[in-house]
């Protein structure tokens, strides 16, 4: 091991995405030695390692963006959903602003983390050898940090290109002319698919269930139109943090069946024509729970998509009679013209429910039809060990040598969604037992974040030496996440990565705070 204590900081954030910068910003400011070990080569999290056709943010700005007057004052937006360019933009920005990079060590791959109970300080270790012993553990690696490609019969054997979105080439893909499959239509194949049918020869797109997508509405931003809109700000970024999901709007404090059926086609038209996550969130209180209300909410989704699909099996496909989950129960994503991507002649559209995968071939993928889809390329959109997978898969121990993958694997138990018992002085945010899919990353992160370094801070300041989650304290939590999760239409879904059941052998369990609003 190459010991470099010359780097042993107070605090080790893992992670430079929100919520490390933000994390490693305030910390810093407070006069603590901080450093950030970053796997990549460079800032910016998930707009780091997500550089696939089309990769764009679903959260509009201001809401997606730091709440920090010295940040938005002097940055603007070109997009009211920004690409992952323009995000990789901001945030040399904000190093611009805050001098962030140098407290960043890249490339340092974290694999190993243990308590040492005699000096009450982590020792942490990457890939390369270095060797750190922080006091505070701070994991800010977000929930898609471990990439999910299915284990598929012959995946070795295939002779062309294939990637996950999240390994994506750092130098792009000329996929001009190639004949492309894709398997996943959850947020990034919605978006890797609108993005390349134009250009690519043919493209399969091997779907298991339809994304309730919906309408982006993108629209360009000027400077002058936002320099107005900054006066608004303070309030904006306040107000993102008392919603229920860290956005400017609330679900609509009705319930859907406390409306005549004119009064809610007329909200449902007027959230639709909003665009973005209007339609799911600011949708009547109780279409999260109450299963005939999220079928009225399905059925007016069902019937916009059809109207943009030329093809009766097509519509069939990707906007069934009979929904496969409740609506909102998958994160739906924001589309462009996904829908009508469909009736190109070059795009072909496999219903795995109808006709599975059987295997990868030397040159494509077979299916039950017997039929061998001839591709180039092949698009893994299949997602993420997500929520946990990112934790558990840094072997990370606490008092008396325990893992964390061996406690989680009793079933996950956090206190607030941000530590857990018998692992001290280790925080992580944007995790499980937290609001993560269910709010803005932004506004999570910040408050979190703000949470851990008011916390770090008192610790510092009144000399403790150790903080450790009470298990207690973490039943009472977990009893209260599951149940919320419990009266929520989300355990409906089949596969999820709400659920953690998108990954085979793994959870069934909402992992994560869903708030419920009932009027
Ligand atoms: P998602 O949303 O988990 O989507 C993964 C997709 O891959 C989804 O359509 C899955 O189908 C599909 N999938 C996964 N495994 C298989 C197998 N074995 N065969 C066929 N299809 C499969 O990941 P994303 O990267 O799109 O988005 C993740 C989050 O990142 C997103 O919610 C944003 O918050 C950002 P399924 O629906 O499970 O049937």
């Known amino acids: 091991h190459i010991e470099t204590d010359s780097i042993s900081p107070d605090i080790l954030i893992v992670g430079a995405g929100f919520g490390g910068v933000y994390t490693l910003y305030h910390l810093r400011k407070l006069g603590y030695s901080v450093r950030i070990f970053k796997a990549a080569s460079d800032l910016g999290g998930v707009w780091r390692n997500n550089c696939y056709p089309g990769a764009r943010v679903d959260s509009e700005v201001p809401i997606y963006e730091f709440s920090l007057e010295e940040l938005w004052r002097e940055w603007t937006w070109t997009e009211k959903f920004p690409g992952y360019k323009e995000l990789r933009l901001y945030f040399d920005y904000v190093d611009r602003k805050l001098d962030i990079r140098k407290d960043i060590v890249f490339n340092k791959y974290v694999v190993k983390a243990v308590f040492e109970t005699d000096t009450a300080r982590w020792k942490v270790m990457a890939e390369d050898g270095t060797v750190v012993h922080p006091r505070f553990l701070v994991l800010c690696i977000g929930f898609a940090a471990k990439a999910y490609v299915p284990d598929l019969k012959g995946i070795e054997s295939f002779q062309g290109i294939s990637h996950h979105t999240a390994k994506w080439p750092e130098e792009g893909l000329d996929l001009k002319g190639k004949r492309v499959g894709i398997i996943g239509t959850g947020a990034s194949g919605v978006q890797v698919i609108q993005e390349i049918a134009e250009d690519v020869e043919q493209l399969t797109v091997f779907q298991r269930t339809p994304n309730y997508a919906l309408a982006m509405r993108q629209s360009k931003l000027d400077k002058s139109g936002q320099d107005k809109m900054k006066v608004l700000y303070p309030a904006i970024h306040k107000h993102r943090r008392e919603t229920s999901f860290g956005y400017r709007y609330q679900p609509f404090p009705k319930n859907l069946f406390d409306t005549t059926p004119s009064e809610r086609l007329l909200h449902f038209e007027e959230q639709w024509a909003l665009g973005g996550f209007h339609y799911l969130i600011h949708n009547y209180a109780d279409i999260g729970v109450n299963q005939a209300a999220n079928d009225e909410v399905y059925d007016f989704w069902k019937n916009k998509v059809r109207e943009r699909l030329h093809d009766p099996d097509v519509q069939e496909k990707l906007a069934p009679s009979i929904p ?80 964390i993958k061996d406690k989680w694997a009793e079933g996950i138990a956090t206190n607030l969604g941000l530590a857990t018992a018998g692992f001290p002085n280790m925080f992580f945010m944007y995790g499980p037992q937290s ?31 150790c903080i450790n989650a009470q298990e207690e304290a973490e039943k009472e939590w977990r009893r209260q996440v599951l149940l919320l999760g419990s009266i929520s239409l989300v355990t409906k879904a089949k596969t999820s990565w709400y659920l953690g059941s998108n990954i085979p052998g793994s959870y069934f369990t909402l992992n ?7 009027t």
């Open 435 to 465: 609001p993560t899919a269910f709010c803005n990353g932004p506004t999570c992160i910040e408050i979190q974040g703000d949470w851990i370094v008011n916390c770090i801070e008192h610790m510092m300041s009144n000399e403790l030496t």
């Open 324 to 403: 496969p989950h409740p609506f909102g129960a998958k994160r739906p994503s924001l589309e462009q013209n996904y829908y009508e991507i469909y009736n190109r002649p070059n795009v072909k559209l496999i219903d795995l429910g109808q006709c599975s995968i059987v295997e990868v071939t030397p040159n494509g993928i077979l299916t039950a039809d017997d039929i061998e889809h001839k591709l180039d390329v092949i698009i893994f959109a299949t997602g993420f060990d997500s929520v946990t997978g990112g934790i558990t898969q840094i072997d990370i121990r606490g008092l008396g040598g325990k893992s």
């Open 512 to 518: 994560l705070y869903r708030m419920a609003l009932l």
